[in-house]
Nanobody, 126 residues
C-alpha cells in the first residue's frame, strides 16, 4: 500500500506562484512514477506532469510546459510541482498519484495510476 499526501495549495494571486508537495510513504518498491493531475469544478481530470522516480526524467502536458516544473527529493520521498505565472483557470483541486508503469504514454494516462492522494485546493484570484 502506498500513501500520498499533497500539501501547499491555497489562495494565490494572478501571476503568483505556489509549490505543491506530494509526500509518499508505504511500499514504494515498484513505483516508477509520480504524476500530478488537477480537476476543476465541472471538468474532467487533467494530466499535468510526471516524474520517473528512477532517473528523474520529467514529462509535461504541452499546455503546462514553461509554467510548471516537477521535481523530486528522493531522500524525503517527496515530489514537488512548482507553479508559476498562475492564472484563474489554474483554479482546481490538484492531485498526485503513483504508478507502477513507466514511460511517456503511461505517465500521461490517469488510468495508469493506482494510488491517489486526497487532493489540495488551489484557487487563483485577483
Amino acid at each position: 500500500q502506498v500513501q500520498l499526501v499533497e500539501s501547499g495549495g491555497g489562495l494565490a494571486q494572478i501571476g503568483g506562484s505556489l509549490r505543491l508537495s506530494c509526500a509518499a510513504s508505504g511500499r514504494m518498491f515498484g513505483i516508477y512514477g509520480i504524476g500530478w493531475f488537477r480537476q476543476a469544478a465541472g471538468k474532467d481530470r487533467e494530466y499535468l506532469s510526471a516524474i520517473n522516480l528512477s532517473d528523474a526524467s520529467t514529462y509535461y502536458a504541452n499546455s503546462m510546459k514553461g509554467r510548471f516544473t516537477i521535481s523530486r527529493d528522493n531522500a524525503k520521498n517527496t515530489v514537488f510541482l512548482q507553479m508559476n505565472s498562475l492564472k484563474p483557470e489554474d483554479t482546481a483541486v490538484y492531485y498526485c498519484a503513483a504508478t507502477r508503469l513507466s514511460g511517456f504514454y503511461y505517465f500521461s494516462q490517469d488510468s495508469s495510476y493506482y494510488y491517489w492522494g486526497q487532493g489540495t485546493q488551489v484557487t487563483v484570484s485577483s
